[in-house]
């Protein structure tokens, strides 16, 4: 029977694994999630997944435990979010199971929230981590060109996890998990840039 710590690490692995699985060509609608400030929204009793398997996004009683848990994020690297979360097609289906800030190889990685190091290595010839936040709320980043950081570590918001490697089209994957689902992390993030409207030019009639 593996030990306590290889099971987190290949759980962790296998999560990450998931979130570079291929996009449907018509992703469903993203998890709605209960962001800051919004009213509580009702839902049905949690439903239960198998074990070792992870609750989809959509799950009964997702929304509510997400909105009550999640702590507020910070943009792993400063740049445009250029993909959104695409919800997944079940527990194993495709889709994008975080956003892509874009960002040069080599930028520095900072970790989106305070929190503990539950997965610092490779997975598919990239290296992730993958910080514990809050209870049962998970962010992971990558891919790295190595770890900055170890399994176990306390780690300060903002503070360096790595660079940038190569290999994902120029561009930071930040995925959030609540109770082993994935919900957009982009509600959560405090410090993207927002639109801003332009003022209309003088009329000159």
Excluded: C, K, N
């Amino acid at each position: 029977m593996p030990r306590p710590t290889h099971r987190r690490a290949a759980v962790a692995a296998l999560a990450i694994a998931l979130a570079l699985a291929p996009a449907p060509r018509a992703p469903a609608e993203a998890a709605r999630v209960q962001a800051p400030g919004e009213a509580p929204r009702t839902a049905a009793a949690p439903a239960e997944a198998p074990p070792g398997e992870a609750l989809p996004a959509a799950a009964a009683g997702m929304v509510v435990a997400a909105g009550r848990r999640v702590p507020p994020l910070r943009l792993p690297a400063r740049g445009a979010v250029v993909r959104g979360f695409e919800e997944p097609a079940g527990p194993y289906g495709p889709g994008h199971r975080g956003v892509d800030v874009r960002a040069p190889v080599g930028t520095p990685v900072a970790a989106p929230a305070s929190g503990t190091v539950t997965f610092a290595g490779r997975v598919a010839g990239s290296a992730w981590v993958s910080l514990l936040v809050a209870p049962g709320v998970v962010v992971t980043v990558g891919p790295l060109r190595q770890p900055a950081v170890a399994a176990g570590e306390r780690v300060a918001a903002l503070a360096p996890v790595g660079r940038l490697a190569a290999g994902h089209g120029g561009a930071v994957h930040l995925s959030l998990r609540v109770d082993g689902g994935y919900v957009d992390p982009l509600p959560w993030l405090v410090d993207r840039p927002r639109p801003r409207l332009a003022p209309l030019p003088a009329s000159t009639a």
